[in-house]
């Protein structure tokens, strides 16, 4: 097939809903306005977020889409319109290339997301894909890294660590239902979601709002397929492991106590620590304190 065969191919499988005044076909896609857009773009590698040899191609179309909801869920968002490129291992099998949108367009789907656009490549090496996703708010208040205040309570929506072990990288659900019920009911003072690690991530928070954090590291919630390690190695992989893609969001004590009673009518969040002036990075753990400065996840590095 040439580019434009598989353009067709793609665009022959979309439905464009009628608010969406162009999509696939022209040079550009004509998004509505409607108050504030988020905008965020994620590419992925074989060798590196996911292994073409031995993933299954609907979970790696699955993966690129879904850690790009996660960005916009972070804000506060729900996902809208998505555009995905392509650079195409020359000789890539047609059917790989089928199963691979498959779970790109069922995971869409479940996210009522539109392909709107794109772009599509093939050359000698390995198989590479960038989506840009276009999202909006859910509510007036935009989540940003920035907002976290000392005395803020640090909340996360899941256990931590061992996503890659465990293949749940691929599998994950986006929090988008985490962040509409956050952004429709409660305060959030700041959030991000935790893709390089919990240190890592709150550290972007802490870092932007001028601020620290304690942690409670006895009561972390961390997955169960690291149950069978030490408590010290589990919590290190709680604190450093990527690719979690929960939510981790800071509440003024008001909300977090409002949101702790909403916890036992079936909403799952977890809380993990508080918020502290900028000189404190700390841990607690069976009666230790643990120096984090320094900790970090995962990091590109060149
Ligand atoms: P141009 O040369 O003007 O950039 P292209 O020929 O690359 O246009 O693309 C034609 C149309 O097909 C555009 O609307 C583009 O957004 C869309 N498109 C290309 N590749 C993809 C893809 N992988 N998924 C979705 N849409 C795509
Ligand atoms: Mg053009």
């Not at 108050?35 to 994620?42: F, P, Q, W």
Request: some cysteine; charged content about 20%; glycine content about 10%.
């Amino acid at each position: 097939m040439d580019e434009f065969q598989i353009i067709d191919t793609i665009k022959n499988r979309i439905k464009t809903p009628s608010d969406l005044v162009a999509g696939i076909g022209d040079d550009c896609a004509v998004i509505p306005p409607q108050g504030a857009s988020l905008v965020t773009t994620d590419m992925l590698m074989d060798g590196v977020h996911f292994n073409c040899g031995q993933d299954p191609w609907e979970l790696i179309g699955r993966k690129v889409l879904a850690v790009n909801i996660s960005d916009i869920a972070a804000m506060g968002g729900y996902p809208t319109y998505a555009f995905l490129s392509l650079a195409l291992p020359k000789g890539i099998e047609e059917s790989h290339l089928t199963s691979f949108m498959d779970g790109f367009l069922a995971l869409a789907k479940e996210f009522q997301i539109v392909l709107a656009g794109g772009d599509t490549n093939v050359w000698q090496k390995d198989f590479a894909v960038s989506v840009c996703l276009h999202g909006r708010p859910f509510g007036k208040n935009i989540c940003y890294r920035s907002g976290a205040k000392v005395g803020d309570f640090i909340f996360v929506t899941g256990p931590l660590g061992g996503s890659l072990e465990s293949k749940r990288h691929l599998h994950f659900t986006p929090r988008v239902r985490e962040a509409r019920y956050l952004a429709e009911r409660h305060r959030v003072n700041s959030m991000i979601d935790i893709s390089d690690g919990l240190v890592s991530d709150l550290g972007h928070i802490c870092a932007q709002s001028g601020v620290g954090y304690e942690l409670q590291l006895d009561t972390l919630p961390i997955n169960t397929n690291l149950s069978m390690l030490r408590p010290e190695e589990r919590i290190q992989k709680a604190l450093t492991d990527g690719e979690d893609f929960e939510l981790c969001f800071t509440t003024d004590p008001d909300s977090a106590k409002a949101l702790i009673e909403d916890n036992a009518r079936g909403f799952p969040v977890w809380l993990v620590g508080e918020i502290k002036s900028s000189q404190f990075y700390l841990g607690h753990f069976e009666g230790n304190r643990m120096d984090l400065t320094g900790y970090f996840g995962f990091k590109h590095s060149i």
